[in-house]
């Protein structure tokens, strides 16, 4: 029996390239991989972006293709292979079942276009969806004609169960967390979450070769699976947290460096790397020559040890994940069992690896100013802004808080770059104002870094005119006159982008001086 497992294309105005491993489908993978001919196909992959229609017009001159060092997005895409390539390719392989990835709600009619043509081609081919949205939505995506089976929660035994039995020809009632259709009643299990919690993945089975990350490869790693906690605005469906075995993961990485991968992301959605079973592994990592990066974040745990450890075992970058200084917001997003942020960042500065914070804008419960405040407390860290628009994700409780208020919600809205305003105090306008303000504080940090001294607002100035005459004009129209611009590159002139006089105003009103990313330097601004 032959399966094939699709990691679909996307369509937004950006993609998270170095971060398109089809890892959870590598689970499945390795779990089958005994019981049948199973192969992975990643269609996000492809050389260039194709040009697609964005359904949000409401944006088009928000995300407008002019240029600035400030700029957010231009162009709505499809990340991936178009329809006529992936036709070819499902009738080239032609599996007996095709299973289809769907962590992402707002992508759902990308992934289910893969069912529809799978059927097309053959409407034996049988179709299965997992991930996130099937597991939060098992009804409505069942209820689609060219889908015939939906995996809830965990999917690796469910999915292995499933294949056997079709094999055999034997009932599928007891596969765990398998929803299907029995004379037109569709028939939901609850959510699967495997007791075991078992590392063993054939990493040969995904070669490195489109997943670059600068001059290498990069590819991700899990130390456990779930969280303990509980955030307000987290969709994941709540699974049981565990970690997996150290010398499991000791493996998994070993297989990595052996197929020439040379970076590592790793993916947990809780990573304490104050844990024992982190820093042994850390110990273990710090010959191999790995560089390490933790794109999710980590948890906003240290001590003295760990400080030590980070630096020896290579880590490149260090995400952290803040959410907004406010005290009171952290309790609102149930986020507060982080507390004493502002000593545990300094530590974490301490270990002189780049820092990046993340945190939210946008939040129902924020106000202009708590967004000012968490952008004016980073700006004077030694670290980069991370900055983020906040989603309704579905899942979460804030979405169903969201639909027993207002009665329903497009899901396609179910994106940071949809710039849906979650309450009154905000607009798109201000929302992509806040994002461009964050990496105006961004540049200026670099440029702090370039010259290693402090600088006057003059010598800031004058330091950019030297090297981009253009960057030049954006920022002092910025700095001087509190008006956003950008370059049209057809016309040669500059123009007013759409932009919120109060959000820029209320920086600079506060603003005192920015602290570079690399460096203790500083430039002043009054």
């Known amino acids: 029996m032959k399966v094939l497992l699709i990691q679909p294309p996307i369509e937004d105005y950006y993609t998270t390239k170095i971060r398109s491993y089809p890892l959870g489908l590598l689970f499945i993978a390795s779990k089958v991989s005994d019981i049948c001919d199973v192969e992975i196909v990643d269609l996000r992959h492809s050389k260039k ?22 700029s957010l997005f231009h162009t709505y895409q499809r990340y991936g292979k ?11 392989k032609n599996p007996d079942i095709i299973g289809i990835s769907s962590l992402f709600t707002t992508y759902f009619e990308e992934a289910v276009e893969i069912a529809k043509i799978a059927k097309e081609i053959d409407k034996s081919m049988i179709t299965v969806m997992g991930g996130n949205h099937p597991t ?22 469910p999915f292995k169960l499933l294949v056997e039995n079709i094999k055999k020809g034997k009932s599928l009632f007891e596969v765990p967390g398998l929803c299907y259709k029995d004379n037109g009643t569709i028939e939901i299990k609850k959510i699967y979450t495997d007791a075991d919690c078992n590392l063993n993945l054939k ?11 600068g001059k290498g490869f990069i590819a991700p790693a899990l130390t456990s699976k779930g969280c303990p906690h509980r955030c307000y605005f987290c969709g994941k469906p709540a699974v049981k947290f565990r970690r997996f075995e150290t010398e499991d993961i000791k493996k998994d990485l070993k297989k990595l460096i052996d197929l020439g991968f040379d970076t590592v992301d790793f993916e947990d959605d809780y990573l304490d790397l104050t844990s024992p079973q982190i820093k042994d592994m850390l110990k273990w990592i710090s010959d191999k020559n790995l560089r390490l990066t933790a794109m999710n974040g980590v948890v906003p745990k240290i001590d003295s040890e760990t400080i030590k450890l980070v630096r020896d075992a290579g880590f490149q970058r260090i995400n952290l994940s803040l959410v907004d200084i406010s005290e009171d917001i952290q309790k609102e997003t149930n986020r507060d069992q982080f507390s004493g942020f502002n000593e545990i960042l300094d530590d974490f500065i301490k ?6 914070v993340h945190f939210i804008l946008g939040l129902p419960y924020q106000t202009e100013n708590d967004i000012l405040n968490t952008m004016i407390y980073l700006a004077e860290k030694k670290v980069l802004l991370g900055p983020s628009v906040y989603y309704l994700s579905p899942g979460s409780p804030a979405f169903k808080n969201f639909l027993s208020e207002n009665g329903n919600f497009n899901l396609k809205y179910a994106r940071s ?6 309450n009154n105090y905000f ?13 105006f504080i961004n540049y200026v940090k670099s440029v702090i870094d370039s010259t290693l001294s402090d600088l006057s607002l003059t010598d800031l100035l004058k330091e950019i005119e030297n090297k981009n005459p253009l960057d030049y004009e954006i920022l002092k129209s910025l700095i001087i006159e509190k008006r956003v611009i950008s370059f049209q590159k057809q016309s040669r002139k500059f123009q007013v982008d759409p932009f919120d006089r109060d959000a820029v105003s209320g920086l600079f009103n506060k603003l005192k001086f920015i602290k570079g990313h690399k460096s203790n330097n500083v430039c002043h601004f009054c």
């Open 427 to 439: 607009t798109p306008v201000k929302l992509a104002t806040y994002m461009k303000l964050s990496r």
């Open 203 to 213: 990493r040969e089975m995904i070669q490195k070769d489109s997943y670059r990350y």
């Open 49 to 70: 972006p194709l040009k697609s229609i964005s359904p949000f017009d409401e944006l088009n001159d928000i995300y407008n293709p002019h240029y600035s060092p400030f």
């Open 136 to 157: 939060l939505f098992p009804e409505d995506v069942l209820r689609y004609d060219c889908v015939d089976f939906v995996i809830r929660g965990e999917g690796e035994l």
């Open 417 to 422: 770059s949809a710039l849906l305003p979650s």
């Open 351 to 356: 270990t002189g690896i780049p820092i990046e």
């Open 82 to 92: 178009s329809n006529e390539e992936i036709r070819d390719i499902i009738s080239l």
